[in-house]
């Protein structure tokens, strides 16, 4: 072997194995490349053809039985290749299809690769090779298939590397880089579009795994200021827990770490999906989503991340919590943290509800292939106006998504202008929620107690409009005295506040509203199906005062209460649009008076509901099993 042989086999020896590959694609590829004695065609262009001995490395040390033939011109080329790779035990067969009634030994070479194939070898072939046109398949590969009788299996690769020069543009690997190899369903006597499409599919593939796995300046700056911040998150999880919004035994999860304890978790075997939602709110409308997706698939898991511990309230009320549902709270965006709870869990596929969007959670899963969805995509005009701001660090961000299912057309246009691809307009999944859970035999209880007083019920209400509500109710009350008005706000931890404040009997502390009762505190968390149902009419809060946002329009209506809410209902733009006829807006308290005093509305409950779970359930499903 010359010298140069040498030096080219140790640098291609130390990019190739210092690469961090990641192996992925068909189950049946695998399947036919690690029998023994299965002798089956391997098929990728030329230009990855320095990188085709990753193969080898990957699949020699889980079946030694293994042999490795190649298909390589006569040319010095050929020969420099075949002996470069030679003593890793990949033995070339010389020769290339004849040209200009020149034998170039393509018929002798044709044959001894059929012979290796029958004896079991596995036999690598450049469809385009050795002097192209690049990516244009020529007879070769389908016609050693067809003789043989056997599959070709279409190979992807890319990795850290540099283009040369050539006629194929061919890549020379670096060291120390990521790399991806996608294995294509195996073909058998493909033509040649199929086959070159196919080829053209796994090397697209493989090409955007490693686009999205390498880091740019936006993410070292951000793993370098994430991991300065950990003292401080730190510390501002244990002021927290002071507070009452951590959990006790619980800090652990934020950090990435496992729980301790006999509740101490681990990975459950089989298929494992990674739902994260922010708060009540997301994880009531992601909860149906996980419900399909269960049953479609018998033995998957469900990992379930909140951000709030009202969320994982409402996890652990599912019947299948601790079974088949397991919930934690989300890390914060640490490097460190984020490694532990990845490497802990290993999810097949990530899916964030709504507006979730975490550079640092989301460059870790694409470094690791795993794909990450946005359902039920939602930006604001104030998160669209910051994103564009961040510039490209939010397009490189937004392209990592596998992809977005927006809520609509105006949150898929905002998507799709900071580069997110492809987007997906199935609509809100809120509307397509079953009907808010209530408990029959309190909503039982709680109607003997009131009677057939009229009730109105202010839900969700946000800092501010307890006030205006209040004053509307007074107001409303000289002409109907037994009025009874119910304040459900969106935070319970404000309940005690909000007594003292206004002298209010709280459901927390087992107070029950009586015939003498104004106004009622219900302070509690999950009820509102129950307070819906015994309501006349609601006001939705977060819509009358400061920035506002609104609240989901869909959860009374789909009851049939007459409903009321605020101008400020940004965030459910396209849901009031649908809701139009139905819904009444309000713009200050004389305004609530009136709709107060008003006879009560017919509700339109009629085209409320949509299939939207059905459609991300499958897409979903066929992300993560590609």
């Known amino acids: ?128 090779g050795p002097r192209g046109p690049a990516e244009q398949v020529q ?73 999205h796995q390498q880091s740019n300046l936006a993410d070292h700056l951000w793993r370098v200021a994430g991991t300065l911040m950990a003292p401080a998150l730190t510390v501002m999880l244990r002021i927290r827990l002071h507070r009452g919004r951590e959990l006790p035994g619980r800090l652990r999860e934020r950090m990435g770490l496992e729980r301790t304890g006999p509740r101490r978790g681990h990975r459950p075997p089989g298929q494992l999906l990674w739902i994260h939602a922010a708060s009540v709110g997301e994880t009531l409308c992601a909860l149906p989503l996980a419900d399909a997706m269960l049953k479609a698939r018998p033995d998957m898991r469900i990992l379930f991340t909140t951000a709030t511990v009202t969320g ?34 290993q999810p097949e596929g990530a899916i964030f509800v709504e507006s979730e969007l975490w550079p640092g959670i989301i460059a870790a899963c694409s470094r690791r292939d795993i794909p990450v969805m946005l359902v039920n995509g939602r930006l604001s005009d104030r998160s669209a106006r910051l994103w ?117 009997p709280r459901r927390t502390a087992g107070q029950d509203p009586t015939p003498q009762t104004q106004t009622w505190l219900a302070d509690t968390l999950g009820e509102l199906g129950l307070f819906y149902r015994l309501a006349d009419r609601c006001f939705l809060g977060n819509s009358l005062v400061e920035k506002g946002g609104g609240h989901n329009p869909f959860e009374p209506l789909r009851l049939g209460i007459p409903t009321a809410t605020g101008p400020k209902m940004e965030n459910w733009r396209e849901a009031m649009a649908t809701v139009s006829d139905t819904i009444y807006v309000v713009t200050d308290v004389e305004c609530l008076t009136r709709w107060l005093e008003s006879p009560l509305p017919p509700v339109r409950t009629t085209g409320l509901q949509r299939s939207v779970v059905s459609v991300l359930r499958d897409r979903i499903l066929k992300t993560v099993e590609r």
């Open 1 to 128: 072997m010359t010298l140069s042989s040498r030096l080219l086999r140790l640098w291609l020896g130390v990019c190739l194995r210092s690469t961090r590959w990641q192996i992925s694609g068909s189950p049946r590829a695998v399947e036919t490349l690690l029998t023994p004695g299965q002798g089956s065609v391997v098929a990728f262009w030329h230009r990855s053809l320095a990188l085709s001995p990753a193969l080898w490395f990957w699949a020699r040390p889980q079946e030694p039985r293994l042999a490795l033939r190649f298909l390589v011109s006569r040319n010095p080329d050929g020969v420099l290749i075949a002996n470069i790779v030679r003593p890793w035990g990949i033995i070339g067969i010389h020769g290339s299809s004849s040209k200009k009634g020149k034998d170039k030994g393509g018929a002798a070479a044709l044959r001894t690769a059929l012979k290796e194939i029958q004896s079991g070898s596995i036999v690598g072939i450049t469809p385009d």
């Open 139 to 211: 007879p070769g590969a389908i016609v050693l298939s067809r003789l043989a009788q056997c599959p070709v299996v279409p190979l992807g690769m890319a990795c850290t590397s540099l283009r040369l020069p050539s006629w194929d543009r061919l890549v020379f690997p670096l060291p120390f880089g990521r790399g991806a190899l996608i294995m294509g369903e195996p073909l058998f006597q493909p033509d040649a579009t199929i086959l070159q499409n196919a080829l053209n599919d796994v090397s697209l593939n493989a090409e955007s795994v490693v686009r």
């Open 388 to 504: 564009t701001r961040l510039g490209e660090p939010a397009r490189h961000m937004m392209k990592r998504l596998s992809w977005v299912a927006a809520r609509g057309p105006e949150d898929a246009a905002r998507f799709r202008a900071l580069g997110a691809l492809p987007i997906y307009e199935d609509g809100d999944l809120k509307q397509d929620a079953p009907p808010l859970v209530y408990d029959e035999t309190e909503y039982a209880r709680l109607k003997t107690l009131i009677g057939v007083r009229p009730v109105f019920v202010a839900a969700s209400t946000h800092p501010g409009e307890e006030e205006l509500v209040l004053q509307a109710a007074e107001k409303a009350r000289k002409l109907q005295p037994d009025l009874l008005t119910i304040i459900v706000p969106r935070h319970p931890a404000r309940g005690a506040e909000l007594a003292a404040r206004f002298d209010l």
């Open 312 to 345: 994982s309230e409402i996890v652990a009320r599912h019947p299948l919590y601790e079974q088949r549902i397991i919930h934690r709270f989300i890390p914060h965006d640490v490097p460190r943290w984020l490694r532990r709870f990845l490497n802990l869990w």
